[in-house]
């Protein structure tokens, strides 16, 4: 079936410094990626939807400057989360959409110190 | 705007009880209707799903939802649940030929004792 790796999977970073998160598709092509950000006790919710060759679709209230989203071929999508501050640790999560209906990735737990 | 009602956020049974988490959803359109399951420390596995045709859909491990258009609704159940289903369980909809953008619900967290 359609595998969708996210890495990594648990990162700890200062306040102030910058992460990438990479989501790729193992064995299929995903024109449409999603980034999910999950806090605990609630739900998913989805932070932007990620184009491959153009510019992501943010959600209301997400600051695109600050989680920055790179679709650079059908396989690949980043999330770097710019000068990151103690409240941007969460959860955030990845998907792609094929005809199955949507792969989600394993998570990255970002914590910032 | 689309959005997802999970009624129940926490439901304890014990093993071999049946199983029914509420579902309903809000958009204008025609949807596309997921149930994802997320076990301890794992990541999002989806359950089942209904795009079109028969409105009683059988998923793995048992489950089956039903999708009730007039209510909006797509009810998750189980008739005997196992100590194994303590999870965490999402109801999510996107609308059909649209973004593809898939809005979950908060969540519903069942914790079975054996």
């Known amino acids: 079936g359609a595998v969708v790796s996210q890495h990594p999977s648990r990162v700890i970073c200062k306040s102030g410094t910058s992460v990438k998160i990479e989501c790729r598709s193992l064995d299929f092509q995903a024109t449409t990626m999603f980034w999910y950000r999950q806090f605990p006790k609630k739900s998913l919710m989805l932070m932007a939807t990620s184009n491959e060759g153009s510019k992501a679709t943010y959600e209301q209230g997400v600051e695109k400057d600050k989680f920055l989203i790179n679709h650079a071929s059908l396989t690949l999508s980043t999330l770097t989360v710019t000068s990151a501050h103690p409240e941007d640790s969460s959860f955030y999560i990845c998907s792609a959409s094929n005809r199955q209906g949507y792969t989600f990735g394993s998570g990255t737990r970002l914590t910032v110190v | 705007a689309q959005s997802v009602s999970q009624h129940n956020h926490h439901v304890i049974l014990s093993e071999a009880a049946s199983l029914e988490l509420g579902c309903n959803y809000s958009?204008?359109?025609?949807?596309?209707l997921f149930w994802y399951v997320q076990y301890p420390g794992q990541h999002l596995q989806l359950l089942l799903k209904y795009f079109s045709g028969d409105p009683l859909v059988k998923g793995i491990k048992g489950f089956e939802a039903e999708f009730i258009k007039s209510k909006f609704s797509f009810n998750l159940r189980k008739p005997s649940v196992q100590w194994s289903d303590t999870a965490e369980y999402f109801c999510?909809?996107?609308?059909?030929?649209?973004?593809?953008?898939?809005?979950f619900g908060k969540g519903t967290k069942l914790t079975v004792n054996p």
């Open positions: 999510a909809v996107s609308p059909q030929g649209g973004s593809e953008k898939l809005v």
């Open positions: 958009y204008g359109g025609t949807v596309n």
